[in-house]
């Protein structure tokens, strides 16, 4: 009974939390057909992508403290609405500057899925529970990038481009009747009569002194870096270097995701039988070491395929440990403000993951090395975040979360 409750909600938190990704995967197999329709140029195009993530990230801001001060339900109706209208005008629009203006609307609409679902997850649970629902939620969360891809080209194929923006409208509108119908309101009146706007400014003040919570934070953000990393320069490197058709690409893509997402699913037992700091602590210094073998082994001269895939799905593994148990554990000591701290949490760590990308982006040159490079430099830093970050005693007093 408990799990098919804990299941119900993480479908419709994880539901919500990736309609965003799902405008973004989705999308990408249009971007051709948008150029040649619009009469853009590539780098015109692109820049509808630029605008959607640049929204999304900093968007996050305004949810959190929103939904600390009016509940949770009610910015998710207007972030899921403005999702609905945006997405109806870039289906309509005609010109790429039109698109590219309301790609940055539908952003900050998508946006309070990214943050809100996280606040809703603390006002529920912490610790192991709150491990459990946050795993059961990236479950979710993360089949959007096996997905996604697939259904944006059967979209196209069908209905042409504009096709796709219809079928993400559809999905808001579906998110709007699952929270309306199904999601019940997790933070109290009682709880929101301190809220205020100058509170939560007071409260982003208190959360970027706490050297611990950023700590949690950034250990994610340099997983999710690498994993940035990788989304940008794979394509380039798998089919271009290594020779990998459309397809098989998709297929050597899905099988991290595959990782992440088992892995993820047995952070609550591992997490029970050791407690969540020790999880972090073992996960990202074995992700760092795997990472690390992978870059001795391309600086030694090494350039096979298979120890790259092979390599990386575990390295995703241990990240499917980590980026869930840091949120949890970020999240822990901040349930009065969960709202703003898991907006923050989301802000920081896309701009982590869009400044890893345009690093490396400067360095790309087609070839393994420069992206093995960012993607083992962020484990690295990962792992010495964690071990500066979990290594006090204040760690060990997390509750639950025993180190």
Same mark, same amino acid.
């Given at each position: 009974?408990?799990?098919?409750?804990? #299941?119900?909600?993480?479908? &419709?938190?994880?539901?919500?939390?990736?309609?965003?990704?799902?405008?973004?995967?989705?999308?990408?197999?249009?971007?051709?057909?948008?150029?040649?329709?619009?009469?853009?140029?590539?780098?015109?195009?692109?820049?509808?992508?630029?605008?959607?993530?640049?929204?999304?990230?900093?968007?996050?801001?305004?949810?959190?403290?929103?939904?600390?001060?009016?509940?949770? $339900?009610?910015?998710?109706?207007?972030?899921?609405?403005?999702?609905?209208?945006?997405?109806?005008?870039?289906? #309509?629009?005609?010109?790429?500057? !039109?698109? +590219?203006?309301?790609?940055?609307?539908?952003?900050?609409?998508?946006?309070?899925?990214?943050?809100?679902? /996280?606040?809703?997850?603390?006002?529920?649970?912490?610790?192991?529970?709150?491990?459990?629902?946050?795993?059961?939620?990236?479950?979710?969360?993360?089949?959007?990038? &096996?997905?996604?891809?697939?259904?944006?080209?059967?979209?196209?194929?069908?209905?042409?481009?504009?096709?796709?923006?219809?079928?993400?409208?559809?999905?808001?509108?579906?998110?709007? =009747?699952?929270?309306?119908?199904?999601?019940?309101?997790?933070?109290?009146?009682?709880?929101? =009569?301190?809220?205020? #706007?100058?509170?939560?400014?007071?409260?982003?003040?208190?959360?970027?002194?706490?050297?611990?919570?950023?700590?949690?934070?950034?250990?994610?953000?340099?997983?999710?870096?690498?994993?940035?990393?990788?989304?940008?320069?794979?394509?380039?490197?798998?089919?271009?270097?290594?020779?990998? !058709?459309?397809?098989?690409?998709?297929?050597?893509?899905?099988?991290?995701?595959?990782?992440?997402?088992?892995?993820?699913?047995?952070?609550?037992?591992?997490?029970?039988?050791?407690?969540?700091?020790?999880? +972090? $602590?073992?996960?990202?210094?074995?992700?760092?070491?795997?990472?690390?073998?992978?870059?001795?082994?391309?600086?030694?001269?090494?350039?096979?395929?298979?120890?790259?895939?092979?390599?990386?799905?575990?390295?995703?593994?241990?990240?499917?440990?980590?980026?869930?148990?840091?949120?949890?554990?970020?999240?822990?000591?901040?349930?009065?403000?969960?709202?703003?701290?898991?907006?923050?949490?989301?802000?920081?760590?896309?701009?982590?993951?869009?400044?890893?990308?345009?690093? =490396?982006?400067?360095?790309?040159?087609?070839?393994?090395?420069?992206?093995? =490079?960012?993607?083992?430099?962020?484990?690295?830093?990962?792992?010495?975040?964690?071990?500066?970050?979990?290594?006090?005693? /204040?760690?060990?007093?997390?509750?639950?979360?025993?180190?």
């Amino acid at each position: 009974m408990l799990f098919s409750r804990f #299941l119900k909600i993480a479908l &419709i938190l994880g539901l919500l939390s990736a309609i965003g990704p799902f405008a973004i995967d989705m999308y990408l197999p249009a971007l051709p057909a948008i150029g040649q329709s619009l009469g853009a140029e590539v780098g015109a195009v692109q820049w509808s992508l630029t605008a959607f993530f640049l929204a999304l990230g900093t968007g996050q801001l305004f949810y959190g403290p929103v939904s600390d001060m009016l509940g949770r $339900k009610p910015p998710l109706y207007f972030g899921l609405g403005l999702f609905t209208v945006a997405s109806v005008g870039c289906a #309509l629009t005609t010109n790429i500057e !039109t698109l +590219v203006a309301l790609r940055f609307v539908q952003g900050l609409g998508a946006a309070a899925g990214m943050a809100i679902p /996280r606040a809703v997850v603390r006002d529920l649970h912490t610790g192991n529970e709150a491990a459990r629902l946050m795993s059961l939620l990236m479950l979710v969360f993360s089949v959007s990038p &096996i997905l996604a891809p697939l259904a944006g080209s059967g979209v196209i194929a069908l209905t042409g481009w504009r096709g796709v923006f219809w079928a993400v409208a559809l999905a808001a509108v579906a998110g709007l =009747v699952l929270v309306y119908a199904v999601l019940k309101e997790t933070r109290p009146a009682s709880a929101r =009569v301190e809220s205020s #706007l100058g509170g939560a400014l007071r409260a982003y003040g208190l959360l970027l002194r706490d050297a611990h919570y950023l700590g949690l934070v950034f250990i994610g953000g340099c997983a999710m870096a690498g994993f940035f990393v990788y989304l940008a320069s794979s394509p380039f490197v798998l089919i271009n270097h290594y020779g990998l !058709t459309p397809t098989q690409y998709s297929l050597a893509f899905s099988l991290n995701a595959i990782a992440f997402i088992g892995a993820s699913q047995f952070t609550a037992a591992l997490g029970a039988r050791f407690g969540l700091v020790r999880v +972090v $602590k073992g996960a990202a210094s074995a992700s760092g070491a795997v990472m690390l073998a992978l870059l001795g082994y391309y600086l030694a001269g090494g350039d096979r395929l298979g120890v790259l895939i092979a390599l990386y799905f575990i390295a995703s593994a241990f990240m499917g440990l980590v980026i869930p148990t840091t949120s949890v554990l970020a999240l822990e000591e901040h349930g009065a403000i969960a709202g703003t701290a898991s907006a923050l949490l989301g802000t920081l760590q896309m701009l982590t993951g869009a400044a890893a990308m345009g690093i =490396v982006g400067l360095f790309a040159n087609g070839q393994p090395l420069p992206m093995v =490079v960012g993607m083992a430099s962020g484990a690295l830093v990962g792992v010495a975040l964690t071990w500066i970050t979990l290594g006090g005693a /204040r760690a060990g007093r997390l509750h639950g979360c025993h180190a």
